[in-house]
Structures are given as C-alpha cells and as structure tokens.
C-alpha cells in the first residue's frame, strides 16, 4: 500500500486478506477490478486461473536470462587453476548461443591478474635500494639479496609436501621470509665491513669471524620466530586454512633462512668483495696514464 519510517528504518505496508481467505487460487476471482467502463467488476469476469510451473526467481545478468555456477578448488590447487580448469569444461561443452561470464571475486581475480610476478621483484628491488641507499655502494647489498632465493626455496618445497596451494597467506609468508632472510644477511655483512674496512682483515677471514660473533643473536631470533609460528603450522577447526598456509610457510622458510643464511651468506660476501676488488685494479689500470716512450738513440757520426 505504501511506506513508512520508524527506528531509522522503511517499511512497507502490505494488505492481504486473513489466512483462511487465500488458502486457494480460486480466492481470488470474487477480488473486484475496474473495467474499462469505470466499474468495479470480478476478477474472476476477466481472467482465468490455471496452475503452471515455473521457477521461483529468473535471474539475469546483463539483461540476459542466466544461471549461477558455484565452484571452488580442490586441496592442492589455486583458484586460478579453478578458474582454468572450468573456462576449458565450458568452452568445450557450451552449446552455440550460450556463453559465461565470471563475477564476483572470480571478475575481480581475473581482471586483476598475477600480481605476484611483480609483487616479489618489486619487494627484493625495494630492499636492494634501500640497502645501497645505507651503504653507498651496490655491492654489499648484492651479496645480502643473493640470499634471498635460496630461503624462498623451503618454503615452497614445504607448501608442495604439504599439498598446499600458492594462495594469498602463502604470498604474504614469503613477504615476511624476504624482510628475514635480509636482516640475518645485514648482521654478518654489517660485521664483516667493519672488520674488513677498519681493521684491515681480508674478506674471507672477516666474513668468517663476523658470522662467528654473530651466530648466537641470529639462531635466538630465529627460533624463537619459529616457535611462534608453530600453532599455526599444526592448526586444527575453524579457520585453520588459512593459518596452516601461513604457519607451514613462514615455519620452513625461516628454517631455511637460518640455514642458508648462515652458509651461503660468508660465501656471496667474499664472491662479492673479491669480484669488486679486481673491477675495481681493473679500472684503476686503465685509467693509469702510459708511460712515455724513450727517445731513439742518435745515429753514429752526429754530435752536437
């Protein structure tokens, strides 16, 4: 009939008649209606009434008569896999005339693509500029980036064991193992550039004393982060899909990172160090002026 506002809120005002008097279609023939004389007359004059099937709500999209499909992946897959994996059935089985459209989060993945392949170079560049920006030098903060896809591999293998997908809580994990990875690497190098640059050792015997003194702060952060982590890697009930992705990657990933740390980082340093030394003789060599050429003797027989 019309609406009306109470409590903050609309409502609609409905007339229909009591229970017993709309139990049955016929219930609605001695309803009155105006003709097109201006008389109120029966429905029941104008209209006939039969039953009929039909479904309860048309739905549409796009002004087109459609139908929703609801799907989800399997353990062990992403939702783009999903996604491909349902664009190959229906384009195989749809018939002419028929078509599909994704919506939803599925419209909203699809137009936004893999940002991924961007996210992780971004984020390693990122550290790799700040680092240069700290030192005023690219190479130390390449022998810290170095190690970064060596922690990342731990990580991934875990996932895969653990039939695990490469979904949102995964990515986020392998962000934090990034930050990690290169804190671990900056206390070694940090060390062993001052060692090398103040106290004249070599780069093999700074790097190695520096990871030396700097064992014990590097394995207590790093287990006490793993031992934070560990009820999210055995999570269990409501929500644990997304707090076993995070934990088993973020678990083995810092495993990783202590381990390859700790080795791999003295050897980039070194690698490193020494490469930069011999560019740097090199250019210090060709830069060097040549030294003149002696003056050809005077011939036999000429004196002043």
Known sequence: VNDFNRFGRTYEVVAQADAPFRAQRDDILPLKTRNASGEMVPLGSVINVSQSFGPDVVQRYNAYAS????????????????????????????????????????????????????????CVLFVFLVLAAQYESLSLPLAIVLIVPMCLLPAISAVRLDHGDNNIFMQIGLLVLVGLACKNAILI??????????????????????????????????????????????????????????????????????????????VFYVLVRRATARIGEAHRTASQPAAPLAPPPAPEGLHD
């Open 189 to 266: 190098v940090e060390f062993a550039k001052h060692l090398q640059e103040d106290r004249g050792r070599d780069a093999l015997a700074a790097v190695l004393e520096a990871a030396h003194l700097r064992l014990r702060p590097i394995l207590m952060t790093s287990m006490a982060f793993v031992m934070g982590v560990v009820p999210l890697a055995l999570a269990v009930g409501a929500g644990a899909e997304v707090r076993h992705a995070l934990g088993v990657t973020v678990f083995a990933g810092m495993l990783g990172v202590t381990a390859f740390g700790l080795l791999l980082t003295p």
């Open 67 to 122: 139908a929703d499909i609801n799907g989800g992946p399997a353990p062990g897959f992403s939702s783009g896999q999903a996604q491909a994996a349902m664009a190959k059935i229906l384009d195989e089985t749809l018939p002419r005339g028929m078509s599909y459209e994704w919506t939803d989060l599925a419209y909203q993945q699809l137009i936004s693509g893999n940002t991924a392949i961007l996210v992780f170079p971004l």
